[in-house]
Protein backbone atom coordinates (compact mmCIF):
# COMPACT_ATOMS: atom_id res chain seq x y z
CA UNK A 1 0.00 0.00 0.00
CA UNK A 2 1.21 3.68 -0.53
CA UNK A 3 0.77 4.08 3.24
CA UNK A 4 1.46 2.51 7.06
CA UNK A 5 -1.08 0.41 7.50
CA UNK A 6 -2.01 -0.45 11.05
CA UNK A 7 -4.57 -3.01 12.26
CA UNK A 8 -7.18 -3.88 13.79
CA UNK A 9 -8.44 0.08 14.30
CA UNK A 10 -10.04 -0.50 17.26
CA UNK A 11 -9.54 -3.16 19.92
CA UNK A 12 -11.77 -3.93 23.07
CA UNK A 13 -10.33 -6.39 25.35
CA UNK A 14 -11.19 -7.78 28.86
CA UNK A 15 -8.59 -7.00 31.66
CA UNK A 16 -6.08 -9.50 31.98
CA UNK A 17 -6.13 -10.79 28.28
CA UNK A 18 -3.34 -10.49 25.32
CA UNK A 19 -3.17 -8.72 22.84
CA UNK A 20 -1.40 -8.22 18.96
CA UNK A 21 -1.45 -5.49 17.46
CA UNK A 22 -0.13 -4.94 13.59
CA UNK A 23 1.87 -2.68 11.24
CA UNK A 24 2.93 -2.47 7.89
CA UNK A 25 5.15 -0.18 7.17
CA UNK A 26 5.79 1.76 3.55
CA UNK A 27 7.73 -0.50 1.35
CA UNK A 28 11.57 -0.10 1.77
CA UNK A 29 11.23 1.85 4.98
CA UNK A 30 14.13 0.62 7.14
CA UNK A 31 12.99 2.62 10.45
CA UNK A 32 10.01 1.61 12.18
CA UNK A 33 8.73 3.02 15.48
CA UNK A 34 6.07 2.29 18.04
CA UNK A 35 4.59 5.08 19.76
CA UNK A 36 1.59 5.40 22.40
CA UNK A 37 -0.89 8.47 22.85
CA UNK A 38 -3.39 8.81 25.87
CA UNK A 39 -6.40 10.25 25.20
CA UNK A 40 -5.40 14.67 24.39
CA UNK A 41 -1.58 13.52 25.27
CA UNK A 42 1.02 13.82 23.06
CA UNK A 43 2.95 10.81 21.87
CA UNK A 44 4.99 8.18 24.19
CA UNK A 45 7.72 6.28 22.80
CA UNK A 46 8.00 2.31 23.25
CA UNK A 47 10.24 0.97 20.94
CA UNK A 48 12.33 1.73 17.82
CA UNK A 49 14.26 -0.42 15.22
CA UNK A 50 16.47 0.28 12.59
CA UNK A 51 17.39 -2.07 10.05
CA UNK A 52 19.32 -5.27 11.70
CA UNK A 53 20.08 -3.38 14.58
CA UNK A 54 18.91 -4.25 17.92
CA UNK A 55 15.85 -2.50 18.57
CA UNK A 56 15.42 0.33 21.45
CA UNK A 57 13.55 -0.85 23.56
CA UNK A 58 13.89 1.79 26.34
CA UNK A 59 10.58 2.97 26.07
CA UNK A 60 8.52 0.06 26.86
CA UNK A 61 6.53 0.81 30.15
CA UNK A 62 6.40 -2.61 31.75
CA UNK A 63 7.55 -6.65 30.82
CA UNK A 64 4.06 -7.19 29.39
CA UNK A 65 5.31 -5.09 26.82
CA UNK A 66 7.35 -6.98 23.65
CA UNK A 67 7.60 -5.96 19.85
CA UNK A 68 8.94 -7.66 16.91
CA UNK A 69 9.75 -7.08 13.41
CA UNK A 70 10.91 -9.18 10.72
CA UNK A 71 13.30 -8.02 8.81
CA UNK A 72 12.21 -4.32 6.83
CA UNK A 73 8.45 -5.77 7.55
CA UNK A 74 6.00 -6.06 9.78
CA UNK A 75 5.99 -5.28 13.19
CA UNK A 76 3.61 -6.86 15.90
CA UNK A 77 3.47 -5.32 19.48
CA UNK A 78 2.27 -7.62 21.97
CA UNK A 79 0.73 -6.46 25.42
CA UNK A 80 0.09 -9.18 27.99
CA UNK A 81 -2.37 -9.66 30.51
CA UNK A 82 -3.81 -6.20 29.64
CA UNK A 83 -4.45 -3.78 32.12
CA UNK A 84 -7.38 -0.74 32.16
CA UNK A 85 -4.03 1.73 31.89
CA UNK A 86 -3.37 0.25 28.65
CA UNK A 87 -6.36 1.79 27.29
CA UNK A 88 -4.56 4.64 24.42
CA UNK A 89 -4.21 4.58 20.58
CA UNK A 90 -0.97 2.66 19.70
CA UNK A 91 0.41 4.76 16.68
CA UNK A 92 3.09 3.39 14.61
CA UNK A 93 5.39 4.69 11.94
CA UNK A 94 7.99 4.36 9.65
CA UNK A 95 10.88 5.77 7.82
CA UNK A 96 13.54 5.57 5.03
CA UNK A 97 16.14 6.54 7.82
CA UNK A 98 18.90 7.98 5.10
CA UNK A 99 20.04 10.96 6.96
CA UNK A 100 18.64 11.30 10.90
CA UNK A 101 18.80 15.24 11.04
CA UNK A 102 16.26 15.32 7.41
CA UNK A 103 14.02 11.66 8.60
CA UNK A 104 10.66 11.88 8.04
CA UNK A 105 8.39 9.65 9.72
CA UNK A 106 4.64 8.94 8.05
CA UNK A 107 2.20 7.56 10.64
CA UNK A 108 -0.32 4.84 10.38
CA UNK A 109 -3.80 5.84 11.71
CA UNK A 110 -3.44 3.83 15.01
CA UNK A 111 -5.07 1.11 16.72
CA UNK A 112 -7.25 2.51 19.45
CA UNK A 113 -7.37 -0.14 22.25
CA UNK A 114 -10.25 -0.21 24.93
CA UNK A 115 -9.50 -2.45 28.14
CA UNK A 116 -12.54 -2.96 29.96
CA UNK B 1 16.35 12.63 30.03
CA UNK B 2 15.84 14.55 26.84
CA UNK B 3 12.39 16.41 27.09
CA UNK B 4 10.53 18.77 25.13
CA UNK B 5 7.87 20.62 26.62
CA UNK B 6 5.28 22.63 24.82
CA UNK B 7 3.16 25.72 25.62
CA UNK B 8 0.73 25.91 25.89
CA UNK B 9 -0.93 22.90 26.39
CA UNK B 10 -4.73 24.37 24.94
CA UNK B 11 -5.52 27.35 23.10
CA UNK B 12 -8.80 28.30 21.87
CA UNK B 13 -8.97 31.65 19.34
CA UNK B 14 -11.19 33.44 16.66
CA UNK B 15 -10.47 32.78 12.82
CA UNK B 16 -8.29 35.92 12.33
CA UNK B 17 -6.15 35.76 14.83
CA UNK B 18 -2.58 35.39 15.19
CA UNK B 19 -0.55 32.64 17.54
CA UNK B 20 2.68 31.51 18.37
CA UNK B 21 3.02 27.74 20.01
CA UNK B 22 6.47 26.69 21.74
CA UNK B 23 8.60 24.06 22.22
CA UNK B 24 11.95 24.09 24.91
CA UNK B 25 14.69 22.22 26.30
CA UNK B 26 17.44 21.74 28.25
CA UNK B 27 19.19 19.74 25.77
CA UNK B 28 20.75 20.75 22.19
CA UNK B 29 19.24 18.88 19.50
CA UNK B 30 20.66 18.65 15.94
CA UNK B 31 17.20 19.22 14.62
CA UNK B 32 13.35 19.88 15.27
CA UNK B 33 10.23 18.72 13.66
CA UNK B 34 6.81 19.96 13.89
CA UNK B 35 3.68 17.83 12.77
CA UNK B 36 0.24 18.39 13.08
CA UNK B 37 -2.53 15.39 13.78
CA UNK B 38 -6.18 15.67 13.51
CA UNK B 39 -8.39 13.62 15.51
CA UNK B 40 -8.43 9.62 14.49
CA UNK B 41 -5.34 10.06 12.28
CA UNK B 42 -1.72 9.91 13.06
CA UNK B 43 0.39 13.34 13.16
CA UNK B 44 1.91 14.53 9.56
CA UNK B 45 5.29 15.97 9.32
CA UNK B 46 5.16 20.28 8.62
CA UNK B 47 8.69 21.28 8.87
CA UNK B 48 12.42 19.95 10.20
CA UNK B 49 14.63 23.00 11.29
CA UNK B 50 18.39 21.83 11.21
CA UNK B 51 20.76 24.95 11.42
CA UNK B 52 20.27 27.45 15.01
CA UNK B 53 18.26 30.41 14.17
CA UNK B 54 16.92 28.77 11.18
CA UNK B 55 13.21 30.34 10.04
CA UNK B 56 11.53 28.58 7.74
CA UNK B 57 7.86 29.81 6.51
CA UNK B 58 5.05 27.16 5.13
CA UNK B 59 2.41 29.74 3.63
CA UNK B 60 0.99 31.27 6.53
CA UNK B 61 3.28 28.98 9.17
CA UNK B 62 6.58 30.63 9.91
CA UNK B 63 8.84 28.02 12.30
CA UNK B 64 12.05 29.21 14.16
CA UNK B 65 14.76 27.45 15.39
CA UNK B 66 16.23 28.45 18.66
CA UNK B 67 20.25 29.82 17.97
CA UNK B 68 21.14 27.39 20.77
CA UNK B 69 18.91 24.37 18.94
CA UNK B 70 17.26 24.44 22.22
CA UNK B 71 14.04 25.84 21.43
CA UNK B 72 11.47 26.21 18.45
CA UNK B 73 8.62 28.29 17.86
CA UNK B 74 5.61 27.92 15.50
CA UNK B 75 3.86 30.88 14.18
CA UNK B 76 0.35 31.18 12.46
CA UNK B 77 -0.81 34.27 10.81
CA UNK B 78 -4.48 34.99 10.67
CA UNK B 79 -5.38 31.74 11.88
CA UNK B 80 -8.32 29.57 10.20
CA UNK B 81 -10.54 26.57 11.51
CA UNK B 82 -8.74 24.30 9.21
CA UNK B 83 -5.81 24.87 11.38
CA UNK B 84 -7.06 23.49 14.09
CA UNK B 85 -5.47 20.03 14.99
CA UNK B 86 -2.64 18.47 17.86
CA UNK B 87 0.92 20.83 17.28
CA UNK B 88 3.79 18.57 17.78
CA UNK B 89 7.21 19.13 18.20
CA UNK B 90 9.83 16.27 17.75
CA UNK B 91 13.55 16.18 18.49
CA UNK B 92 16.22 13.20 18.19
CA UNK B 93 17.06 11.48 20.93
CA UNK B 94 20.33 10.32 22.04
CA UNK B 95 19.28 6.50 21.56
CA UNK B 96 18.48 7.35 17.52
CA UNK B 97 14.53 7.63 18.23
CA UNK B 98 12.43 10.37 17.58
CA UNK B 99 11.07 12.30 20.90
CA UNK B 100 7.76 13.91 21.15
CA UNK B 101 6.42 16.89 23.39
CA UNK B 102 2.86 16.07 24.89
CA UNK B 103 1.87 19.11 22.56
CA UNK B 104 -0.40 22.28 22.00
CA UNK B 105 -3.82 21.53 21.15
CA UNK B 106 -5.69 24.60 18.81
CA UNK B 107 -9.29 25.20 18.44
CA UNK B 108 -9.69 28.18 15.41
CA UNK B 109 -13.59 29.04 15.89
CA UNK B 110 -15.22 30.57 12.71
Known amino acids: GAGVSQSPSNKVTEKGKDVELRCDPISGHTALYWYRQRLGQGLEFLIYFQGNSAPDKSGLPSDRFSAERTGESVSTLTIQRTQQEDSAVYLC??????????????FGSGTQLSVL | TQLLEQSPQFLSIQEGENLTVYCNSS?????LQWYRQEPGEGPVLLVT?????EVKKLKRLTFQFGDARKDSSLHITAAQPGDTGLYLCAGRGSQGNLIFGKGTKLSVKP
Open chain 2, 49 to 53: VVTGG
Open chain 1, 93 to 106: ASSKRTAATNEKLF
Open chain 2, 27 to 31: SVFSS
